[in-house]
């Protein structure tokens, strides 16, 4: 079987009959099925992306059949660093590079059988993207949302620009694996603090998985808690401290400084501490967030102390690397007793441990133990709220310190402004130009897009690449037409990707961003495919920017995506594949030995598409020789012996491989094809291979429509309608006999293995109303067996084994005798 042949043959009808052009101005009810685009990488298509899609085109090609205007799209995400390092090494321009793999990539869609609409295609280095980009960060600016200041940065040293928390992985930069440090640098933010409340209420309106869900929440980290005013030793300063456990206030022996805090540095101004505040401070800028946070915890005394206000004992402060400047105060209180960071932290400096939290029948020694008690207790050695729950103490104890004005109740996020500066070349422009007369202008909506030059020098140390190119940087004022300078570094990626999803919807408008009736009747995307890494960067963004949209007018919705699917990993070998690992099974390999239609189908049936998987070549060839059979069907006589039971078959297998279809369930619905095709090869009928075909198309597209057509259809299985139950062709009692004739058979078998004794004869007995019907087997059987079968009615003497040749059997009783 030719399978290329097969293949290219069927792009090319499905290609003709425009299968899958969406149209905008369709009366049937849209799905927007999509997949998180990619990033068009040197080495193509890798195992990944091929599972992705699969799960995506097989989903697309079902909801066509079942009627629906689907809108199936893909794009490229074609800025970034590694476009550009990738540039670097190959010393061509990344434009050429990125075009060149584009081409590569879009070949390898097209051998797989993906039936994206092409029509909308994107590509976030086209101009005509990322004027749109440019005009997102005006509409940000115009609002108030986009701002400019110096803060401290993750530096990733290797690729010379700063990234967000979300790009640090383990404190290395999630692209090239380098120690990141943390460096001051004027960068641009976009205020995503200001819409955190309806970026937590959204999680409720979308089906997400729950660990997604929280990772994001965790991400915002809201906290509802109090601010407590601890007063400096010896002075009326006051040090405002952010808590969600006053219940453990009594038992706050130190409190600690993040050491960037502003207040640290005026605390050992000319003091025998400020050379070590100093050494200590370096220190830390090296560490990213993740490290600090995650890693061995280290402090230092400032030789300073604060006053706790519910007990007035006189605490150490201290600095420590785990706590960070932009959460809080900046400051924390520290109960070792009842936090294990807290308690280590106090072992190791050697500071006093309090308990002020008792479990029920048991007693606390602080002096023995060997970690905090975290759990719930009741309060002691906590002055009037000595004997209450911890859990009420949390709101009494609130209640007290606000009545005394020395705390305020407030609500705190871990989430920080979106950083979407990048010291980079490939990237989007920031349309801004600065003007030492007029400051920071923007550039004119009329004016954009501003365009990524051309010509730039890299590696250049203490510059980035775009200010290399003159003609770029040296820019007239918008407003007084003096002298100025352009914005030289690019916008993060994330900015390209927070908004794709709304520009294939009319990916081709010059005039505007899109038109807002083709959004309003495309959006939001039904069912959105890709990793689970992109948890709180991408999903999070784009969940942002849609919220935003609509508070301008410009979508009638606050969730981009309803339905998430996050693949799991092909891993080889225990791992994840990876080409530095050499662990890769290459999907153009496989397509060129077995067939698309095996890939595919493979893919889809090794397991639940959202768990990782072991590739198999094994169960590759398993799959291979399912899809050959498929081919045999067209030339199958018609057994019409059994025509009632394999249709009644065919509407179950309709019922069930809907649902799981539906319930994303792709490996349950492959199972039941299987199933299928085992019962079609003994009891094959017309009317049931082409129900079986039509179930199978959407996984293995080609060998369906070849199938198809050599039974004489004319019309595209592709443009087919999904089969629907047919309860006229259901016979219970059809299904309910050869599913005891199977039992009988297997039951044979079964006897014949535990005897390990070839059977001459082989005796039956079957209650009366099936008598008949097992009857009809008798040859059947004994042809598959090589014995005489013979089957009797269990209740009738005259009929039961004449010559008593069964032995000792109980006669009286249906079963299965064997000589």
């Not at 502003?262 to 050992?268: A, G, I, N, R």
């Not at 890939?599 to 072991?614: G, K, V």
């Not at 498929?630 to 249709?647: H, L, P």
Request: glycine content about 6%; charged content about 30%; some cysteine.
């Amino acid at each position: 079987m030719d399978f290329k042949k097969i293949e290219k043959k069927w792009q090319k009808k499905w290609a003709d009959a425009r299968i899958s052009k969406a149209s905008d101005k369709s009366k049937k009810k849209k799905f927007y099925c999509l997949e998180m685009f990619p990033y068009p990488s040197g080495f193509g298509l890798h195992m990944g992306h091929a599972r992705n899609y699969s799960l995506g085109d097989t989903f697309a090609r079902f909801k066509r059949m079942q009627g629906f205007n689907v809108i199936y799209p893909m794009g490229w995400d074609s800025f970034g660093l590694p476009s550009e390092n990738d540039a670097i090494k190959k010393g061509i321009h990344p434009i050429k590079s990125i075009e060149e793999n584009i081409e590569t990539m879009k070949s390898q869609m097209a051998a797989l059988g993906l039936s994206y609409d092409w029509t909308r295609e994107v590509a976030t280095h086209d101009p005509e993207y990322y004027r749109w980009d440019q005009w997102l960060f005006l509409k940000l600016l115009e609002k108030g949302l986009a701002y400019r200041k110096e803060a401290l940065g993750n530096w990733c040293p290797s690729c010379n620009t700063t990234l967000a928390n979300e790009d640090v992985k383990q404190g290395k930069c999630w692209r090239c694996d380098t120690e990141v440090v943390q460096k001051k640098i004027e960068q641009w933010f976009v205020k995503i603090t200001d819409y955190v409340n309806p970026l937590l209420v959204g999680l409720d309106k979308i089906e997400w998985s729950s660990h997604l869900k929280a990772l994001q929440k965790n991400w915002i980290g809201k906290s509802q808690g109090i601010e407590i005013n601890f007063k400096l030793f010896d002075s009326k300063e006051i040090l405002p401290v952010f808590t969600t456990r006053p219940d453990t206030l009594y038992g706050c022996t130190f409190v600690v400084f993040a050491p960037e805090h502003p207040k640290v540095l005026d605390l050992v101004r000319g003091t025998k501490y400020e050379s070590e505040v100093n050494d200590f401070l370096k220190r830390t800028k090296k560490l990213s967030e993740l490290d600090r946070i995650s890693k061995e915890k280290a402090g230092l005394f400032i030789g300073k102390y604060a006053i706790n206000p519910v007990n007035n004992e006189k605490i150490p402060i201290y600095i420590a690397n785990f706590v960070l400047m932009d959460y809080g105060t900046g400051m924390i209180m520290a109960v070792p007793a009842h936090d294990q960071r807290d308690f280590e932290f106090a072992k190791k400096y050697k500071i006093p441990i309090n308990v002020v939290i008792q479990p029920k029948n048991q007693k606390l020694d602080s002096k023995k133990m060997q970690r905090a008690y975290t759990e719930q207790g009741i309060l002691v050695n906590s002055g009037k709220f000595n004997g209450i729950n911890n859990l009420k103490a949390i709101e009494k104890i609130s209640e007290y310190l606000v009545k005394k004005k020395v705390a305020r109740k407030i609500t705190n996020y871990k989430i920080r402004d979106w950083n979407i500066s990048r010291q980079r070349y490939w990237g989007a422009p920031i349309p801004i130009i600065y003007c030492d007369k007029c400051g920071v202008v923007p550039v004119a909506e009329k004016e954009l897009p501003v365009k990524l030059p051309l010509d730039v020098k890299f590696g250049k140390k203490g510059t980035t690449p775009l200010a290399t190119n003159e003609k770029f940087v040296n820019a007239k004022c918008p407003k007084c037409k003096g002298k100025a300078k352009r914005e030289t570094d690019t916008m993060t990626t994330f900015v390209d990707s927070s908004w794709y999803f709304l520009r294939y919807c009319d990916s081709k408008n010059k005039k505007q961003i899109f038109d807002k009736n083709k959004v309003k009747y495309w959006m939001p995307v039904d069912q959105y495919i890709g990793g689970i890494e992109h948890a709180v960067g991408h999903l999070m963004y784009s969940r942002f920017i849609v919220k935003f949209l609509k508070k301008l007018g410009y979508v009638n919705f606050d969730e981009p995506f309803m339905k998430l699917l996050n693949q799991g990993m092909v891993n080889l070998g225990g791992i994840k594949m990876s080409k530095s690992k050499g662990n890769i099974v290459d999907p153009m390999e496989v397509i060129n030995k077995y067939g698309a239609d095996t890939l595919r189908a493979y893919l889809l049936f090794i397991a639940q598409p959202d768990t990782p998987f072991e590739w198999s070549d094994k169960d590759v060839q398993g799959i291979y020789k399912f899809i050959q059979k498929v081919v045999s069907f067209a030339d199958i006589k018609e057994n019409k012996d059994k025509k009632t039971y394999i249709e009644t078959i065919a509407q179950r297998k309709i019922e069930a491989i809907t649902k799981h279809l539906e319930n994303l369930e792709y490996n349950k619905a492959m199972i039941e094809l299987i199933d299928f095709s085992v019962k079609l090869e003994k009891y094959p009928t017309k009317y049931a291979i082409k129900i079986f075909l039509q179930l199978l198309y959407p996984f293995a597209p080609h060998i369906s429509e070849e199938t198809w057509s050599k039974l004489g259809e004319k019309k595209l299985i592709a443009l087919s309608e999904w089969p629907k139950i047919d309860k006229k062709k259901i016979n219970e009692s059809a299904e309910k006999a050869e599913q005891a004739i199977q039992k009988t058979r297997e039951d044979i078998y079964h006897i014949i293995e535990i005897t390990k004794k070839k059977p001459n004869r082989i005796f039956i007995y079957v209650i009366p109303p099936e008598l008949k019907q097992y009857s009809a087997l008798e040859k059947t059987l004994s042809d598959e067996f090589k014995a005489n079968v013979k089957v009797f009615a269990s209740n009738d003497p005259k009929k039961k084994d004449p010559e008593n040749k069964a032995g000792k059997a109980k006669l009286g009783k249906p079963g299965i005798y064997l000589e």
